[in-house]
């Protein structure tokens, strides 16, 4: 692996103090520098000569009208997403702004400022001066915040385009509409030159934000689901839904350890109106068995489903997502498992699908999910004591059926359309 190394002398002059840089080749047995901290990838196609001078971040000497259009931070120039911009760092003072933390060696200099708003649907950039031609040797960081309160999130000294010493860097986590600033300076005073930079705003999926990636919950546990950090839109439709602008799903997975579970909302702190449904099968294949708009009753409009006919050992999903734009939040989603006594004593005139029901004194077992009893169902005095009360487990609700507090529940206040 080459690498470089800078050997500085000072030399006393007559009213002042200059600094001179001495060249030297790089080589494996001489170099004493760091590697690269954002991609590991040391100076290796070719080898530097260096010939630099001090990189601090005080080292930007020219001010007023020396310090051009997008010289410093507040003047950056806006590259749109999809687009590019000429950086021309002849045009720059001497220096740099701001430290480059994956720097390789200490001399970066002239260096220009650009910002960018991310756009519509997208939580990612990727900037890069891959495809310059008039500089070689660049190197670039990103910023989140506001000038003079800037946190790097993102650098790259060389390794980002292949071979060769130029840039490129990826920032994660991006919050659309919002705008972030790119420092590009050339390595050294002899790469200065004229950079192409790049801009291209994406969304990446996040660890939760489709079936396959599912976080898993544990019976009786709980999650704090942000939907922020989801992609706009839902994955599969919602048979329950009231309007059609629910959007920003997330997904997550149980195993059965009883063959009914209430999955809710009901008890989120910050989120206000969510919509939840729940599918056996696997992904790609998914059958939805329970759904929910609205049932937390005083709670608002956060959700609650409860499935039952579940296969002990077996995995579970949910979707959850926000009833509309104007309520991405964050939802505490628990999950609780239990057991549900087989319906020949249910009387609340539905049975899950295939639990075993009499009909007339003979028990059969496939029925279908929204059958109902003939007149030999048991009385009400004669469900077990064994069955849960009615405030820890309510009769499951059919997935065809309108889901519990949809129908009975006060007018919905105005809200915004999620449309």
């Known amino acids: 692996m080459t690498m470089k190394c800078s050997c500085k002398a000072l030399v006393a002059l007559a009213g002042g103090i200059a600094m001179i840089s001495s060249a030297a080749v790089a080589s494996p047995s001489t170099s004493n520098e760091a590697p690269a901290v954002s991609t590991g990838v040391s100076k290796a196609s070719s080898t530097k000569v260096v010939n630099q001078t001090s990189n601090s971040a005080s080292a930007k000497f020219a001010v007023g009208a020396n ?102 860097a990826t920032a994660t986590g991006l919050v659309e509409g919002e705008t972030y600033y790119v420092q590009v300076g050339a390595w050294d005073a002899a790469s200065v030159g004229t950079y192409t930079l790049e801009v291209d705003c994406f969304f990446q999926e996040v660890g939760d934000d489709t079936c396959e990636n599912a976080e898993t919950i544990e019976c009786g546990g709980s999650v704090e689901a942000d939907l922020t950090t989801a992609s706009p839109g839902i994955d599969s439709p919602f048979s329950c839904a009231i309007g059609t602008g629910q959007t920003n799903t997330l997904w997550y997975s149980f195993v059965a350890t009883d063959n009914a579970a209430t999955i809710q909302t009901c008890n989120s702190a910050v989120g206000t109106d969510s919509t ?129 507090g949809t129908s009975s529940r006060s007018p919905r206040p105005p809200r915004s359309s999620g449309s």
Do not use: H, K
């Open 67 to 168: 310090r051009g259009v997008n010289d410093t931070c507040e003047s950056a120039g806006s590259v749109d997403c999809g687009g590019s911009a000429e950086a021309d760092l002849t045009t720059a003072a001497p220096g740099i702004d701001s430290p480059f933390s994956c720097a390789i060696g200490t001399g970066q200099t002239n260096t220009l400022w650009y910002s960018f708003t991310v756009t519509a649907g997208n939580n990612a950039a990727t900037v890069q001066t891959c495809n310059s031609t008039g500089g070689s040797d660049s190197t670039l960081n990103i910023f989140s915040g506001s000038c003079g309160s800037l946190v790097e999130i993102g650098c790259n000294d060389d390794g980002g385009c292949g071979a060769g010493f130029l840039s490129s």
């Open 276 to 404: 939840v449904n729940v599918f056996s099968g696997a992904c790609g294949a998914l059958v939805e068995i329970g759904c929910s708009d609205d049932a937390c009753g005083s709670s608002g409009f956060n959700s609650s489903t409860t499935v039952s006919g579940l296969t002990v050992g077996d995995t579970y999903y949910i979707q959850i997502g926000a009833w509309s734009a104007a309520t991405v939040s964050t939802y505490t989603l628990e999950v609780d498992c239990f057991f549900i006594e087989p319906c020949d004593t249910c009387v609340d005139g539905s049975t899950p699908e295939g639990e075993p029901i009499l009909v007339d004194g003979d028990e059969d077992t496939t029925v279908a999910a929204t059958a109902t009893r003939m007149s030999s169902v048991p009385s009400a005095s004669a469900r077990p004591s064994a069955v849960p009360p009615a405030s820890t487990s309510t009769a499951p609700v059919p997935p065809s059926a309108t889901p519990t």
